[in-house]
């Protein structure tokens, strides 16, 4: 079983930065996909960033420029360092690992572990 789990939100004023962590148990990322998704209040669920293990990514064009996925792999664990953050960005952001090895998908039905999320709040 994988376990993934969150940590790094919080509130920040607009212009502001944050770095959420995304840490799994094993070696649950190698030849997989780690995935960042957010969801708003009232809104579905959205990608934002994809990293690929041997180094792809992906982002989403909302956030291109601005948020950086990356991986530590002797810690098993992958970040988002998010910059400019604006209060559109307000959102309970998910980390999660692909259903299958050697992908870069942005949707959520191909990704199937999940973690329990992280609050991300932007204040104006």
């Known amino acids: 079983q994988v376990q993934l789990v969150e940590s790094g939100g919080g509130l920040v004023q607009a212009g502001g930065s944050l770095r959420l962590s995304c840490a799994a148990s094993g070696r649950a990322f190698s030849s997989y996909a780690v995935g960042w998704f957010r969801q708003a209040p009232g809104k579905e669920r959205e990608f934002v960033a994809a990293?690929?293990?041997?180094?792809?990514?992906i982002y989403a064009d909302s956030v291109k420029g601005r948020f950086t996925i990356s991986r530590d792999s002797a810690k098993n664990t992958v970040f988002l360092q998010m910059n400019s953050l604006q209060p559109e960005d307000t959102a309970v952001y998910y980390c999660a690992r692909s259903r299958s090895q050697y992908t870069l998908p942005i949707t959520e039905d191909e990704y199937e572990y999940w973690g329990q999320g992280t609050q991300v709040t932007v204040s104006s």
């Open positions: 990293l690929y293990w041997s180094g792809n990514t």
